[in-house]
């Protein structure tokens, strides 16, 4: 079955630190991947999306992920963490090739110390 | 252009009601989902609309339902609520092909 594994609840780094967010998917074909963040009492909004082609995606607000297939990962990458930055972040994998039905994983806590 | 809109934002329900939620897409966007969102849970996919015709649905009872309107207008009705259910529900909606979803602010049910 199709699952999506983020391995860290809750992660605090130093603003202006550099921010990896790990993300492991199973899948058996090249899956549709994505990246939301959620700040608290809002809705999720997209940050990357990986289809196909070039495995290292450049989304908004200076993030980017890299697709390595024999990894099963979609990691999340900021070279300098803003306070702003503060958010849960969610990696989702689209079911069965799906972009409308998504598997999300349980979510990273992001707090950011001045 | 507008984003995904939800109403109500708040909603406070008894245990045995049902309640009807609605969803208005982004203008153009011809798909919409639902997701319930619960700290337990996590995020769980609900349906998938396109068109009017229901096209995925998660592993929710049959209290859980949906339509689709012909302006892509989106409802869900949950009926004979339990404690359960008290989440969040988040609509969100695609243009179609690979397109992603862009989601709404979401309408907090809280069942009493």
Same mark, same amino acid.
């Given at each position: %079955?199709?699952?999506?594994?983020? #391995? ?20 058996? %074909? ?9 700040? #608290? ?37 900021? #070279? ?6 503060? %958010?849960?972040?969610?990696? %989702? ?20 110390? #001045? | ?9 708040? /909603? ?37 609309? +396109? ?17 689709? +309107? ?17 989440? /969040? ?13 862009? +989601? ?9």
């Amino acid at each position: %079955a199709q699952s999506v594994t983020q #391995p860290d609840i809750h992660i605090t780094v130093s603003e202006g630190a550099s921010l990896e967010l790990r993300c492991n998917y199973s899948y058996g %074909a090249t899956p549709y991947l994505f990246w939301y963040v959620q700040s #608290p009492g809002q809705g999720l909004q997209l940050l990357l999306k990986y289809f196909s082609g070039d495995t290292l995606v450049q989304g908004i607000k200076g993030f980017e992920a890299e697709f390595k297939r024999s990894q099963s990962s979609f990691n999340l990458r900021k #070279p300098s963490v803003h306070w702003s930055d503060a %958010a849960e972040y969610f990696c %989702a994998v689209g079911r069965g090739g799906s972009q409308g039905n998504l598997i999300f994983g349980k979510g990273t806590k992001l707090s950011v110390k #001045p | 252009k507008a984003g995904v809109t939800q109403t109500p934002r708040y /909603l406070i329900k008894t245990r045995g009601q049902q309640v009807t939620l609605s969803c208005s897409p982004i203008s153009g966007h011809r798909s919409v989902s639902w997701y319930q969102q619960t700290p337990g849970q996590g995020l769980q996919f609900l349906f998938e609309y +396109f068109s009017e015709t229901q096209r995925n649905k998660g592993n929710f009872p049959g209290r859980f339902s949906g339509r689709q +309107f012909s302006n892509s207008r989106s409802e869900m009705n949950v009926s004979t609520l339990e404690l359960g259910d008290s989440a /969040l529900y988040l609509c969100a909606s695609r243009w179609g092909g690979d397109s992603p979803l862009h +989601f709404g602010n979401g309408t907090r049910l809280t069942v009493t």
